[in-house]
């Protein structure tokens, strides 16, 4: 079950980085989408939610590998 909510945690940010590349596509396109009224405004959410998701995705990848000892020497725990 504990495997199970950790890839639900994984996948939701995954998501969110999905739409906003979307977002930024469609921005590039000048598609603009009904909720947002201005096009720049679209691309930062977009950018926004990208990096955030992203962000996630590698911190808790970094903390699991930190846990493990499977990063270099500069990132260990002292």
């Not at 989408?33 to 996630?56: A, M, V």
């Amino acid at each position: 079950m504990i495997r199970i909510l950790a890839l639900v945690i994984m996948v939701i940010p995954g998501f969110l980085a999905a739409f906003g590349i979307k977002l930024m596509r469609d921005m590039t396109f000048g598609i603009l989408q009904p909720p947002i009224p201005y096009l720049w405004l679209q691309f930062l959410l977009g950018l926004f939610l990208f990096l955030g998701g992203l962000s996630f995705v590698a911190g808790f990848i970094f903390y699991r590998d930190r846990k493990r000892n499977k990063v270099q020497k500069r990132f260990a725990k002292r």
